[in-house]
Nanobody, 122 residues
Framework: QVQLVESGGGLVQAGGSLRLSCAVSGRPFSPYTMAWFRQAPGKEREFVARMAWPVSTHYADSVKGRFAISRDNGKNTVYLQMNSLKSEDTAVYYC????????????????WGQGTQVTVSL
């Protein structure tokens, strides 16, 4: 089993930055594809960013140029650096992992964290 624990969420003003962390335990970190999704109230969970092994990245259009996903294999941790935050970025952010093909579909990820709230105020 793989356990994922997110941290780093909080309240930030529009235009500000946050860095989310996802600590991975239970299995070797590689070669999982790691991803971040988010879910706002009343909306479906949506893809934000993913990093396939070793460093191939892909972003949702809505965050491209503002968010950056990275991984520290020595620390078994994945990060999501979020800059120039907007009110529409407000959501619960989830870390996910899969050993399958890199994908943007939530249902194809086997492992999920509990989520961390990000709130962007105007």
């Amino acid at each position: 089993q793989v356990q994922l624990v997110e941290s780093g969420g909080g309240l930030v003003q529009a235009g500000g930055s946050l860095r989310l962390s996802c600590a991975v335990s239970g299995r070797p970190f590689s070669p999982y594809t790691m991803a971040w999704f988010r879910q706002a109230p009343g909306k479906e969970r949506e893809f934000v960013a993913r990093m396939a092994w070793p460093v191939s990245t892909h972003y949702a259009d809505s965050v491209k140029g503002r968010f950056a996903i990275s991984r520290d294999n020595g620390k078994n941790t994945v990060y999501l650096q979020m800059n120039s935050l907007k009110s529409e970025d407000t959501a619960v952010y989830y870390c996910a992992a899969t050993r399958g093909a890199a994908t943007v579909i939530p249902g194809q990820y086997s492992y999920w964290g509990q989520g961390t709230q990000v709130t962007v105020s105007l």
